[in-house]
Nanobody, 122 residues
Framework: QVQLVESGGGLVQAGGSLRLSCAAS????????LGWFRQAPGKEREFVAA????????RYAESVKGRFTISRDNAKNMMYLQINSLKPEDTAVYYC???????????????WGQGTQVTVPS
């Protein structure tokens, strides 16, 4: 089982940038796909982006496409989310998780990290 820890969140003004990190540890690091999800106050957790094991295939939610970039470095057991042109609606706790190839469903993912808060004031 893989344990995931998110970091890099903070308070950033609209239009600013942020890079989130997800560090993996445990007995194995055998995830086929890693994903970023977010959950705003009072809202359900939603898909943000996913990346295949090799990093060759990425998927993004329409709301973040063109602004967010997902990447991973398997040698360092790390995944990243570069966030540009931040908007107030990006305010949420961001989580990384492990899931199957091709999925964007919260229910299909597991090994959730503790989350990192991103706040973009209106």
């Amino acid at each position: 089982q893989v344990q995931l820890v998110e970091s890099g969140g903070g308070l950033v003004q609209a239009g600013g940038s942020l890079r989130l990190s997800c560090a993996a540890s445990g007995r194995t690091f055998s995830s086929y796909t890693l994903g970023w999800f977010r959950q705003a106050p009072g809202k359900e957790r939603e898909f943000v982006a996913a990346i295949s094991w090799s990093g060759s295939i990425t998927r993004y939610a329409e709301s973040v496409k063109g602004r967010f970039t997902i990447s991973r470095d398997n040698a360092k057991n790390m995944m990243y989310l570069q966030i540009n042109s931040l908007k107030p609606e990006d305010t949420a706790v961001y989580y990384c998780a492990v899931g199957p190839y091709g999925s964007s469903r919260v229910a299909d993912f597991g090994s959730w990290g503790q989350g990192t808060q991103v706040t973009v004031p209106s």
